[in-house]
């Protein structure tokens, strides 16, 4: 006989591709969200957004969020309009990363129904947007920080505790610890798993033994190439010697605080000259800000640079463009000059603006370095498109466009792999989530051969029961 409630969890976002993270997991009638992604990309992708959900709001609990960024986070504000007032579990550096991306999502939203209204093209009369920047201020209110490592019971039988894993400040593995048939039964999400060595922020954690675990696989498919470092100093040395342009599209929390520290130790060693870095992201300015403060999260050679010259997240001869006139002055300066500018796949932002000022020139350097999904325009960019749409024009594609996957925040096959030898033991069934279906399956296949574990991939809105 078995009083146990049956337990489940259902991939309802990034199973079958990167955006939308969302895992419900149900404990008899209680349910909890392990992240609340928005989906991004192609058209297919977005409109899910706009279909409901199948949660029972009158069933859920907790929300559980592994960071911040927006494919994990940027559902929250959705749920919460549609009636959720429950506690919502985070790291400290999460929440204070959440405090501006949320309403800067939820301005986003706004905006564009805005734009649609303004300019017809939408068949909603009138457009509304997907939320408000008041329901992503409610959001906040439900935030409860919870520290690495520091247990936390998020609903009746059921306690969480993250784990770090280096991908951006704050982010986490989410580990849950359940009773089934009076036996203590664990469930590991990896969240966005980081990289090992990179500056700024502590390695991945070796990961805690678990029944079930979820992978990332977006990198699971590719092995990152060593000398991003060499890469981009070459690239920067190339721009002082012409005197033109290098804008790099850079996501504004994690990549552009990597980039910024990576020039200033260049500069520091006389590997390159100084020149002009622009930083032109409200969000990306802010969010170096949090980076800085949240000392618990910095390595060992960030604390000790930090404690003898204040924080090294800045360059020589930074450039802070707050007002959208400083952004736009930017227009008229003549190189040499480095932009740094969101969003990193220009789905949106300031880069918009610079992109077409700059891309129909030759001289200018066009640097992508993070992970460029479907549909977007940073994936056209990289694949060699040669006019973008932007801002309601065709925009000619003359820069010259460089990638460097080097610098992206994400662990690659063989890290992933390093992590996953962390176990003590196999975890029962792994699931392979967060990747497209090459990545993913490519991945699944690697861990059936080289580690025999039982592994399958995620499949989007399956349901499997845990026993
Ligand atoms: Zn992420």
Known sequence: MTNSPPVSLQFLGAAGGVTGSKYLFSYGDDQLLIDCGLFQGLK??????????????????????????????????????????????????????????????????????RYANRNEYSKHKPALPLYTVHDAERSLQLLRPVRNAEPVEVMPNVSLNFGRVGHILGAGSARLLFKIDAQQKNLLDSGDLGRYGRPILKDPEPAPNTDWLLIESTYGNRVHPKDSENGLREIIKEVAARRSCLIVQAFAVGRTQELIYVIRKMEDAGEIPTIPVHIDSPMAIEATEIYCRHTE???????????????????????????????????????????????????GGRVLHHLKQRLPDPETTVLLVGYQAEGTRGRSLQDGAKELKMLGEIVAVRARVKVLDGFSAHADQDEILRWLGTFKKPPRMTYVVHGEPAAASTLAEVIRDRLSWNVEVAKYQQKIALQ
């Open 44 to 113: 297919e992708l977005r409109q899910r957004n706009w279909t409901a959900v199948p949660v029972d709001l009158a069933r859920l609990r907790a929300v559980v969020l592994t960071h911040a960024h927006i494919d994990h986070s940027g559902y929250l504000p959705r749920i919460v309009a549609q009636g959720y007032q429950g506690p919502v579990f985070a790291t400290p550096g999460t929440c204070d990363l959440l405090k501006v991306m949320l309403p800067d999502a939820a301005h986003l939203q706004e905006e564009e129904a």
């Open 297 to 347: 999260e910095h390595d060992f050679e960030m604390a000790q640079l930090s404690s003898h010259e204040g924080c090294p997240i800045r360059s020589r001869h930074m450039v802070i463009d707050r007002t959208p006139e400083q952004s736009k002055a930017v227009n008229d300066v003549k190189g040499p000059i480095i932009i740094i500018s969101a969003s990193g796949m220009a789905t």
